[in-house]
């Protein structure tokens, strides 16, 4: 199979599994993964891994097993959970085999970037990206940081601005590496204000109730 072939048959492939757990957008977070898991049979771990290595598929004996780096933020630790979910339904064989690390790319890159292909598709669907593009009217060649952050808010998907600013590279709607130095998270901020657990009244708010617990 081409290169090509293999990376929509990924894309065919998460459809398939979209459909067979019922999974919508905006309701996909990391509790629905976890099910999903659950009936797999996949144990989660989650580790101390290092910096480079965001996660590792195990499977002995039969018995399937997801490590996971304990210092990923949300969004990157969902998209890592169902990257492993392309390797346990298509790489096991190897895997058997000893283990395979997320993020040594060298040693298999057809693979891993199957399972990014995957991910990204399960996570929000490329038909739904351009009909939410198309909806802001976003176009080609003339796309601002503004409604990268527009898209963002829009789109009720879980995903971060890479994953946002890697699809519009990858559509061509804006040069690649174009945005590489955008600070969009700032920028919405500066836009819509800060996120409610940012805001220096509820770290306040918290840090008493946290001290409060403690005693
Ligand atoms: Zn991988």
Same mark, same amino acid.
């Given at each position: 199979?081409?290169?090509?072939?293999?990376?929509?048959?990924?894309?065919?492939?998460?459809?398939?599994?979209?459909?067979?757990?019922? @999974?919508?957008?905006?309701?996909?977070?990391?509790?629905? @993964?976890?099910?999903?898991?659950?009936?797999?049979?996949?144990?989660?771990?989650?580790?101390?891994?290092?910096?480079?290595?965001?996660? @590792?598929?195990?499977?002995?004996?039969?018995?399937?097993?997801?490590?996971?780096?304990?210092?990923?933020?949300?969004?990157?630790?969902?998209?890592?959970?169902?990257?492993?979910?392309?390797?346990?339904?298509?790489?096991?064989?190897?895997?058997?085999?000893?283990?395979?690390?997320?993020?040594?790319?060298?040693?298999?890159?057809?693979?891993?970037?199957?399972?990014?292909?995957? /991910?990204?598709?399960?996570?929000?669907?490329?038909?739904?990206?351009?009909?939410?593009?198309?909806?802001?009217?976003?176009?080609?060649?003339?796309?601002?940081?503004?409604?990268? @952050?527009?898209?963002?808010?829009?789109?009720?998907?879980?995903?971060?601005?890479?994953?946002?600013?890697?699809?519009?590279?990858?559509?061509?709607?804006?040069?690649?590496?174009?945005?590489? +130095? /955008?600070?969009?998270? +700032?920028?919405?901020?500066?836009?819509?204000?800060?996120?409610?657990?940012?805001?220096?009244?509820?770290?306040?708010?918290?840090?008493?109730?946290?001290?409060?617990?403690?005693?």
């Amino acid at each position: 199979m081409r290169r090509g072939e293999y990376y929509e048959a990924m894309k065919a492939l998460a459809a398939e599994k979209r459909a067979k757990y019922a @999974v919508s957008t905006s309701q996909l977070g990391l509790r629905e @993964v976890r099910t999903i898991y659950k009936a797999e049979g996949i144990t989660i771990d989650m580790w101390k891994l290092s910096p480079r290595i965001r996660a @590792v598929y195990m499977c002995d004996d039969g018995d399937p097993s997801v490590l996971i780096s304990r210092a990923l933020p949300k969004e990157p630790r969902l998209f890592v959970m169902v990257h492993e979910l392309k390797h346990h339904y298509r790489d096991r064989a190897i895997i058997a085999r000893g283990g395979m690390k997320c993020g040594d790319y060298n040693a298999n890159q057809v693979i891993e970037i199957g399972a990014e292909v995957f /991910a990204a598709e399960f996570i929000y669907p490329e038909q739904e990206f351009l009909d939410c593009v198309a909806q802001l009217g976003i176009e080609a060649g003339t796309c601002t940081p503004e409604q990268v @952050v527009e898209l963002k808010r829009a789109c009720g998907a879980h995903i971060s601005y890479t994953f946002l600013r890697k699809r519009l590279e990858w559509f061509e709607f804006v040069e690649p590496g174009e945005f590489a +130095k /955008a600070q969009f998270q +700032k920028l919405e901020e500066s836009i819509y204000g800060l996120p409610i657990y940012k805001q220096p009244w509820f770290q306040r708010y918290r840090a008493r109730k946290t001290h409060a617990k403690a005693k």
